[in-house]
């Protein structure tokens, strides 16, 4: 039986697969329900570490286009009080239960989808979190091999630009700035 976050978001993976297939109905499509997304910062006292593998991603081979969403509840932590700090008091994933990325590969011209090879991308768009939409730009890898799609980026965020409060306490022990890890193997849709 699926869970109430699984039912979730299989519902919002679906709307986003019906949201891009409108927009080009001709276009393959690569796609994964449990893309990996891992939150990394470490401080002087603790590290502060989450994974997440059930991230639903959509890839549009004919136009590069490419987005993401995932529940922030689905972050694990190893330490309990830790993953409902996160939720609670950080993320308040009651109020903004998911994040989502829309953009485009900008170099998607550059990459032979149907052809083995590495390929460095540069992925834009905007990144949706705890009620804030910010652009984002940043450099991955595309990995094609044997007709499988492994993509891969790095980057960090701001949590003052997501608006995102450390308690005073804490201001000095956790940084600005944290590390989103994203790893997703598309598989090719029959459409």
Do not use: C
């Not at 949706?128 to 890898?141: A, F, N, V, W």
């Not at 598309?186 to 459409?191: E, P, Q, R």
């Amino acid at each position: 039986m699926l869970t109430k976050n699984q039912i979730i978001m299989n519902r919002i993976f679906f709307i986003a697969i019906l949201l891009l297939s409108i927009r080009v109905s001709n276009a393959q499509i690569y796609m994964t329900k449990d893309g990996s997304v891992q939150i990394y910062s470490e401080t002087p006292i603790f590290i502060i570490e989450g994974k997440t593998q059930s991230t639903g991603s959509i890839l549009n081979a004919g136009t590069g286009e490419v987005a993401a969403t995932t529940l922030v509840t689905s972050i694990k932590f190893k330490e309990a009080l830790l993953e409902e700090h996160f939720n609670e008091n950080y993320m308040e994933s009651h109020k903004f239960p998911k994040a989502q990325f829309k953009g485009k590969i900008t170099n998607w011209s550059s990459v032979d989808i149907t052809k083995d090879g590495s390929y460095t991308i540069t992925i834009e768009g905007d990144l949706i979190m705890h009620g804030e939409t910010r652009p984002l730009k940043t450099s991955g890898t595309l990995t094609v091999s044997d007709g499988k799609v492994k993509a891969t980026t790095e980057f960090f965020v701001s949590l003052e630009n997501y608006k995102i409060k450390v308690e005073e306490s804490y201001k000095d022990r956790i940084p600005d700035k944290i590390k989103l890890t994203l790893l997703f193997n598309y598989i090719k849709t029959n459409k």
